[in-house]
């Protein structure tokens, strides 16, 4: 088979069809409980690295919790504890989320800080101070389409609740 320049280009021609249409297919986009879990985790590691921009990205504009704290006032709270410094590590276990519509989602966590350098949620307990939470709340997909808690309530946990 002979090359000439016609079949070089036809072919490159196809490759760069077939590369457009894998671009722009379609793709299928999570459903709410693997949006809102994916969320969660992403601000989780946001604030483990003192992002407190990135946390602040997944919480929307109309933001409250149950004690009247608004957008600016998490801002405010997170900031301190970032500059502090007064947590190195946070686990986030028990994601509970449930599909409310196809816009909106409710969810229950537990969020543990601690002061310490540990790599597994065991060893925390061993060597840091814990402060954890029990944090509910609904994450609504916004006209941008970015996934943002729109509301949330937190409780204290007491150490025996970790067990």
């Known amino acids: 088979m002979v090359l000439t320049r016609a079949r070089v280009l036809s072919g490159m021609a196809a490759v760069v069809a ?39 990205e997944g919480v929307s504009e109309r933001f409250k919790t149950t004690e009247g704290w608004s957008k600016q006032d998490v ?13 190195v590590r946070i686990f986030t276990t028990d ?32 060597e840091s101070v814990l402060n954890a939470y029990s944090i509910e709340g609904t994450f609504e997909k916004e006209a941008d389409g970015e996934w943002r808690v729109v509301k949330a309530k937190q409780r204290r946990l007491d150490p025996s609740e970790l067990l």
């Open 95 to 126: 994601i509970d989320v449930h599909e409310v519509s196809p816009t909106q989602g409710d969810f229950r966590a537990r969020f543990i800080f601690g002061r310490s350098q540990a790599d597994k949620l065991e060893d925390l307990a061993k």
């Open 75 to 87: 801002r405010g709270i997170l900031t301190a504890q970032v500059l502090r410094g007064q947590w």
């Open 18 to 56: 077939a590369a457009l249409v894998l671009f722009f297919w379609p793709r299928e986009e999570p459903g709410v409980k693997d949006a809102v879990t994916r969320r969660i985790i992403t601000m989780t590691r946001s604030a483990e690295e003192k992002n407190v921009g990135e946390v602040m």
